[in-house]
């Protein structure tokens, strides 16, 4: 079955705690895209990738750093997390074609 | 750089009524576009889309779409508004000449009135 699976899928976690929201797709999709969703902003872009090894940021990147060692994986990594990283996050992933956009089921994220 | 813009964070209708949902986009060449809908606390669902096939792009539970490419517009409408309609709405737009990026509007919660 062609999915994307993230994990964790909720995460209560303390200031400064390095954490790492994982992002896993089985459609060998050459693009990858990290998108936090937050109350009346929608769904912000943090950082995109078109191929393995190579990224690129989005809209809203600060704090935020990613990887693309392999196709298939595309791990969002929060290095010193803050408060106002607390939000929503969905993975997604789609090939060149792009008529299908496939979604992970989204993490939520709490930093206290 | 490609741009979505929803006009209106809420919208509010009276079950019956015609549900009008706006999205504008922004685009160096002819763009892919999507609705998608988000229920509460769950995740992201697929409306419609339009990949440069016909301009009146018929999705799930009653939904369609129009590509207007001179307006640089891709509405969502429903005839007849339900109360399971309620949710939010938003528009992206996938853009070939801008790296194939996925651009998402603000969103659009749509409410129903009984």
């Known amino acids: 079955e062609a999915q994307v699976t993230q994990n964790p899928r909720y995460l209560i976690t303390v200031t400064g705690k390095k954490l790492t929201v994982t992002c896993s797709q089985n459609m060998n999709h050459e693009y990858m895209s990290w998108y936090r969703q937050d109350p009346g902003l929608g769904l912000r872009q943090i950082y995109y990738s078109m191929n393995v090894e190579v990224t690129d940021k989005g809209d809203v990147p600060e704090g935020y750093k990613v990887s693309r060692k392999e196709k298939r994986n595309f791990p969002l990594i929060l290095e010193s997390p803050s408060p106002n990283q607390t939000s929503l996050y969905f993975c997604a992933s789609w090939g060149v074609s792009g008529n299908t956009i496939y979604f992970g089921e989204g993490s939520w994220l709490t930093v206290v | 750089a490609q741009s979505v813009t929803q006009l209106g964070s809420h919208v509010s209708v009276s079950e019956g009524a015609l549900v009008l949902l706006r999205c504008n986009y922004s685009s160096s060449v002819p763009p892919y576009l999507f609705w998608y809908v988000q229920y509460p606390n769950q995740g992201l669902q697929l409306l419609l889309k339009?990949?440069?096939?016909?301009?009146l792009v018929k999705g799930i539970n009653g939904f369609e779409a129009e590509f207007k490419k001179s307006e640089t517009s891709f509405h969502l409408t429903k005839p007849s508004a339900h109360m399971s309609d309620a949710a939010e709405y938003f528009c992206a737009v996938r853009d070939p000449g801008a790296g194939n990026m996925l651009t998402f509007g603000g969103g659009t919660r749509l409410m129903v009135k009984p």
């Open positions: 339009y990949t440069s096939a016909a301009t």
